[in-house]
């Protein structure tokens, strides 16, 4: 990895774990996961199998240090090391930089990276309610933040790296 694509890589999952650990939590403590849209950045910025391994690796160990979810930590590396490469294997199938289509490959990677989360989380844990309605509370609404918050993002990072 070239150091301009590790440094703004380590940038981006800074400004993720930032957004993820001022965000207030929705249900029973669930905090929605804006870690996950600048990983996404990441990976489309480096889109290639090992750099796809660290950054979804690092943004797992992130997230599990600082999840809020009682036992969250195997679930949160799992989700991100399996959305990650969701999301590296959509872009190498799509190569563009069109906007819309980042936004919704962006929108079904949350909603995998949350599935996982859960469904690891329910094996391992146990979960408080039902999955039904984390995915309606927090997936889905996360999934839609998280579309948004990297359409306005990739413009900025595609000006600045012409990625």
């Known amino acids: 990895m070239k ?14 774990l930032l957004l993820h650990t001022i ?5 029973g403590g669930v905090k929605p996961d804006f870690l996950l849209a600048s990983m996404f950045l990441a990976i489309a910025l480096s889109p290639k199998a090992s750099h796809t ?6 943004a797992g160990i992130l997230a599990a240090m ?11 590396i799992l989700d991100k090391l399996v959305s990650a490469y969701f ?3 959509l872009f190498t199938l799509y190569k563009t930089s069109n906007n ?10 949350t909603l995998i990276s949350g599935l996982v989360f859960l469904l690891s989380a329910f094996v391992l844990v146990g979960l408080p309610v039902s999955v039904g309605s984390l995915v309606l509370v927090v997936v889905l609404p996360t999934a839609f933040a998280n579309a948004i918050v ?3 993002l990739h413009k900025s990072l595609h000006v600045m790296v012409k990625i």
Do not use: E, M, R
């Not at 999840?67 to 969250?72: A, H, N, Q």
């Open 100 to 109: 819309l289509i980042f936004s919704l490959i962006t929108f079904l990677g």
């Open 23 to 27: 965000t207030p939590p929705l249900l």
């Open 3 to 16: 150091i301009k694509t590790l440094t703004t890589s380590s940038l981006l999952l800074a400004l993720g």
């Open 150 to 152: 990297n359409l306005l």
């Open 66 to 76: 600082t999840t809020g979810f009682p036992g969250g930590q195997i679930p949160s």
């Open 87 to 89: 999301v590296y294997g």
């Open 53 to 58: 391994l660290a950054i979804g690796l690092a």
